[in-house]
């Protein structure tokens, strides 16, 4: 069974940073596709950023290249989002999701993120 457990949300204020952090059980975070989500009540769930090919590869969405990094540490078995300079519209649950060798997909309970003035 694959778990994955979130943590590192909070309240900050615009150009704040915060770093979520996505532990995985079951699962080795280099050998899946690794991305965050993130969700306002009310609106489908967003991605956000991805790491895949072992680390090599990253993806992210245009609103937040350039401003959030997302990365990997084997040796913790966890997956990382830096989020620097942080906006008022980058406020959201954000999920941590892992799909596996067979393309299922695994979700974690998410975290919250506010950014307010």
């Known amino acids: 069974q694959v778990r994955l457990v979130e943590s590192g949300g909070g309240l900050v204020h615009p150009g704040e940073s915060l770093r979520l952090s996505c532990t995985a059980s079951g699962l080795a975070v280099d050998d899946a596709a690794m991305s965050w989500y993130r969700q306002v009540p009310g609106e489908e769930r967003d991605f956000v950023a991805s790491i895949f090919s072992r680390g090599t590869k990253t993806n992210y969405r245009d609103a937040v290249r350039g401003r959030f990094t997302i990365s990997i540490d084997n040796a913790k078995n966890t997956v990382y989002l830096q989020m620097d300079r942080l906006e008022l519209d980058d406020t959201a649950v954000y999920y941590c999701?892992?799909?596996?060798?067979?393309?299922?997909?695994?979700w974690g309970q998410g975290t919250q993120v506010t950014v307010s003035l």
């Open positions: 999701n892992a799909q596996d060798r067979r393309d299922y997909d695994w």
